[in-house]
């Protein structure tokens, strides 16, 4: 099965810095999905991205998919406190999902 | 509608217990799955259904079983509990397998001594 790897591990910013994880497979994914995690609490969903160099924005956040769909990111700009958590991405075919990038944010 | 809900919330077993988790969804998903979360793991699939009557393997299904005999419930069962099982487990339910939102249960945080 396909293999995702998520970096960073850990991202510390100061509140109003940018931050960005990144998401790659070894394998060509049909399409990819990212949740959030709030400590403590469980997934929840943030988008799916499908085509091939698929940009999607929501508010602040931005994810993209990469040309040859291997890759994807998350790039958050001016991070807010409420942006704390884990950022997990998963090829949904597979259902596998990455180790996730733990946000913490400085006020 | 409740969404996933899963049971217990919290629980504490011994070495060799057995035991049940449950989980139900009331949106008519035709798909459910059990993953474990282990701190720098992530999340990782137990075992999943694509529907009633249909159960598969994941990544870790060793020690675990599964039975979906309705629609609406999916429970994950811990045939004789060992300390590799402490983890938090969560339950999703989705309308299809493949491009579909999963919806996380609460989750349930899992000892075993």
């Known amino acids: 099965g396909q293999q995702v790897m998520q970096i960073p591990q850990y991202q510390h910013v100061q509140e109003g810095e940018d931050f960005t994880t990144y998401c790659n497979s070894s394998?060509?994914?049909?399409?990819i999905q990212w949740y959030k995690q709030r400590p403590g609490g469980h997934p929840v969903f943030l988008i799916q991205?499908?085509?091939?160099?698929e940009v999607k924005k929501q508010k602040r956040l931005t994810f993209q998919f990469g040309e040859a769909k291997k890759n994807s990111s998350l790039h958050i700009t001016a991070t807010q406190t409420t942006d704390v958590g884990t950022y997990f991405c998963?090829?949904?075919?597979?259902?596998?999902f990455g180790a996730g990038t733990r946000l913490t944010v400085k006020p | 509608n409740a969404g996933v809900t899963q049971t217990p919330k919290f629980q504490v077993l011994k070495t060799g217990q057995s035991m049940t988790l449950q989980c139900a969804q009331d949106m008519n998903h035709e798909y459910m799955s059990w993953y474990r979360q282990d701190p720098g793991m992530g999340l990782r699939l137990i075992h999943y259904?694509?529907?009633?009557?249909?159960?598969d393997q994941g990544e870790v299904p060793n020690g675990y079983n599964v039975s979906r005999s309705t629609t609406e419930d999916f429970p994950l069962r811990l045939l004789s509990a060992a300390p590799s099982q402490t983890s938090v487990y969560f339950c999703t339910s989705s309308y299809g397998r493949s491009t579909d939102t999963q919806y996380f249960g609460p989750g349930t945080r899992l000892t075993v001594l």
């Open positions: 259904s694509v529907g009633a009557g249909i159960t």
């Open positions: 991205l499908v085509k091939s160099g």
């Open positions: 998963a090829g949904r075919r597979d259902m596998r």
């Open positions: 394998t060509t994914l049909s399409n």
